[in-house]
């Protein structure tokens, strides 16, 4: 599939530009037909500085004339806002997207309890989301997080149920280990598991991705760019608003950061080689993983999007890959992704 233009690649590149009959190919994750690329929608929200409303309508426009049909959402992004930001756009375009929330990384009812996985609670949590959303079925349902507290055949047995009551169409996890991810598909069959992934965050490869094509279970790659920093656009802690909540993150502070600096900026020189942006190597490099792969990189602007889905055309060679190897092996990225206590409730 061939994207009409590329962007000039290096720091002051501006956008990629998509001609109107591009497509974003189709794939299968388990049983579920969805887009080869997906867009995370939290950013739209939640967690980063600076979204506006109004642009965040045109980029969810912008996704779906490219093809980008799977929208990524949660009940905890905002919280609740996300959702209800995407029943404002959906009217007159439901059928045409695979529509994805999540619930658990914290519960809305119990102030403290997190991560969520009563049965119970799955039930209420997915009537609230159907609600806020505007729609009767959910395509995909995350467990955002997996509650140590609840075994998680009883969590996935009651997303099994909503499945049989014709509320939720698939179900799957989020960042859950290799062992949970047994047997919670031993309990009900999963569809797909999101992880991050990335040329930085390469947790899932020993083990969960193994055991994901053992079963014939997709994955869902958030963060394949780095939260932003693979782009190249972040040169400094400064460059983040003062409320965007990436200057939480270890990655993005101190030595740290200048350390992931080296990094971007050895992808930023390959990628001039290549005739591409920054982020666009950095997701042909997780497009490269296989088919059942999706990356849902996040963005509230159309001209992204747009740089975004030109990354399908993007064709590595053997030797790019190796020179990747070399610049983002395994274990690269200095300090860990999420700040200590969000570090807690992942498995992967």
């Keep these: 599939m061939a994207v009409a233009a590329r962007a000039t690649a290096g720091k002051d590149a501006g956008p990629t530009t998509t001609g109107p009959e591009v497509t974003v190919p189709r794939t299968t994750l388990a049983d579920l037909e969805t887009s080869r690329m997906g867009l995370g929608c939290m950013g739209m929200t939640f967690a980063y500085a600076g979204a506006e409303h109004d642009r965040s309508l045109r980029t969810l426009d912008r996704a779906l004339e490219l093809g980008v049909t799977m929208l990524d959402s949660a009940d905890i992004y905002g919280p609740r806002t996300n959702e209800e930001l995407l029943a404002e756009w959906l009217p007159g375009r439901r059928d045409r997207v695979e529509l994805v929330t999540k619930f658990g990384a914290r519960s809305l ?26 729609v009767d079925v959910i395509d995909l349902y995350y467990l955002h997080r997996v509650d140590p507290q609840v075994p998680i055949e009883e969590t996935v047995g009651a997303m099994g149920e909503l499945v049989e009551q014709g509320k939720v169409r698939h179900i799957g996890l989020s960042e859950a280990g290799a062992d949970t991810i047994r047997r919670a598909h031993a309990t009900h069959p999963l569809t797909a598991v999101q992880t ?30 780095g939260r932003g920093m693979l782009t190249g656009a972040i040169t400094s802690p400064e460059d983040l608003a003062e409320d965007d909540g990436r200057r939480n993150h270890p990655r993005f502070q101190g030595e740290a950061f200048a350390a992931n600096l080296e990094v971007v900026e050895a992808v930023r020189d390959l990628a001039a080689d290549k005739g591409c942006t920054p982020a666009q190597l950095a997701l042909a490099w997780v497009l490269q993983q296989g088919d ?23 064709e590595l ?21 999420y700040p200590e206590h969000m570090m807690a409730a992942l498995e992967t």
Aim: glycine residues 8%; proline residues 10%.
């Design 292 to 314: 059942d792969v999706v990356p849902i990189p996040g963005t509230t602007r159309p001209e992204r999007v747009e740089e975004n889905v030109a990354a399908l055309e993007v």
């Design 196 to 225: 991050e992934w990335s040329l930085w965050t390469r947790d899932v490869e020993p083990e969960v991705l193994p055991t994901l094509r053992e079963l014939g279970i997709g994955l869902v790659a958030y963060s394949p760019l």
């Design 109 to 134: 009812e119990v102030e403290g309890r997190a991560p969520d996985g009563r049965p119970d609670y799955a039930a209420r949590a997915c009537d609230a989301s159907l609600a806020r959303l505007g």
């Design 317 to 337: 060679t053997a030797d790019d890959v190796a020179s990747l190897e070399r610049i983002a092996p395994p274990g690269v990225a200095a300090g860990t992704r």
